[in-house]
């Protein structure tokens, strides 16, 4: 069989694959992106910080048109919280459009199974249509399947069930959470009569199929949602979206993105601006091997992919068990009793000031250890702001003469900022 030698193959074509594709193509390698294409037809919600970054790609106006801007209310510890908005979209038509856009950028579209093959010391991917690919990099962006064959680090056994239901299509568009004694439920009503419900539920439990399991759902949610909807509903699928950690150690040539880099709890709703801000780190990551090809770069890559999967994938699961915690109705019941402690007891913001640190970040597209600032609310890690760097501002703030010293480098407008920035970090610790 013969074999085509290409710069990089990137297996998946869900949001971490296309948009990383799309980034490498436009830093002019010739990029494969293999996908094969089992559309699963799902509602999901992205959030503001995702579309303001595809306004930033050019992207927004175009997932604008596919998705709808809804009040998002969650109906938590027996209180309404309606604080914030979100899109909803059908995924099968985000992943569309982001896959024609990487193919707009010049990344060459490849249908079929992936598989990356061990029988040679090469990097090699083989496709179920035939081809085979030698790729000098890879990126596994396969989603949840890529840890079928691992053994990785697995939150409670968790399961998805989402189904559509009929509402009346006077009703206008909304989105609410709604947590019930077995689990909690998203409902997700795009305002066209179509209904989309997920109830996310403890996988052990068996309870009957998974249209029961959802009605059942449904019904547990419907009082205080206030929902009387048809009982029969359509397209049901079932997913796993338990907290995976893979234990793998990384290499630096067969970089994990999204959802094949660490799984998070549906709970956050951020899973595509992770899998996204993940595949610029990967981007980053491949430049920085091939603007310096060695092995202290390799190892900069692993370290730097290695700890920032980890931390994304503790801070999240951290933030979703406080989040579970507000609602203190339900305790006493299993899907809750196995969550309300995990991943640990740790909380969030495990640190009580702002530190200077030295970590690995992408500076000018390529990684390079640099100091940055960690405080109780970013816990990664800020190396600017803006054009400012934040770690020559925060002296400047420690100085003796924090106002004037601030004014004098940046002026007034942003020694103001800098100082209320701090200030609220402090008094957060
Ligand atoms: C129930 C549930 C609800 C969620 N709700 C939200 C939400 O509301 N908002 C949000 O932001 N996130 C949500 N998420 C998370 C979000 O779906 C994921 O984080 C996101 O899809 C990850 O993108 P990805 O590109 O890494 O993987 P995926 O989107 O899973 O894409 C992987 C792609 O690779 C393909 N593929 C897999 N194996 C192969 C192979 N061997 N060869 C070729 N192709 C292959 C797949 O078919 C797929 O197209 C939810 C997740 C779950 C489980």
Known sequence: MA???????????????AMAAAKLSQAGFDVVMIDDNKPLIRMEGLGERLLHWFDTQGLGASV????????????WGGINISSNHEYLVERTKLDALLRQYAVSQGVKYHEGQGYFSDSSTDLEIRVSSGH????????????????????????????????WFQ???????????????????????????????QATLDAAASEGRPEQRLVKALEAASPPLKLSVSPNP??????????????????????????????????SGHGIFWAVSGALAAVSSILTLENAPSAKSEDLV??????????????QARLGRDFLRQETRFSDFPFWQKRLHFPDNVPVHDRQKIEIQTTILPNNGVLKECEVLITPKEPSGVAWFGDIPAVEAYRLYCS????????????????DHLIKWFEERISAG
């Open 3 to 17: 074999s085509d030698i290409i710069d990089v193959a990137v297996i998946g074509g869900g949001p971490a694959g």
């Open 302 to 315: 692993k370290t730097f992919m290695e700890k920032r999967i980890r931390e994304t994938y503790w801070r």
């Open 234 to 267: 359509t397209g049901v699928i079932a997913r796993d979206c338990a907290p995976i950690l893979p234990t793998k150690e990384i290499n630096p040539f067969i970089l994990p993105v999204g959802d094949a880099s660490a799984g998070m709890d549906p709970l």
């Open 167 to 197: 509402e009346d299509p006077a009703c206008a568009p909304y989105a609410c959470v709604c947590p019930i004694p077995e689990g909690w439920v998203w409902v997700a009503a795009p305002g066209n009569g179509a209904l989309w419900v």
């Open 132 to 163: 085979c690919f030698l790729p000098r990099y890879s990126l596994d962006a396969r989603g949840r399947k890529a840890h079928l064959q691992q053994s990785p680090t697995r939150g409670p056994a968790t399961i998805a069930i989402g189904g």
């Open 64 to 75: 604008r048109d596919i998705a709808t801007y809804v009040p998002r209310t969650a109906y």
């Open 400 to 415: 003796k003469t924090p106002q004037q010293s601030l004014v004098s480098r940046w002026g007034q407008k942003n020694a």
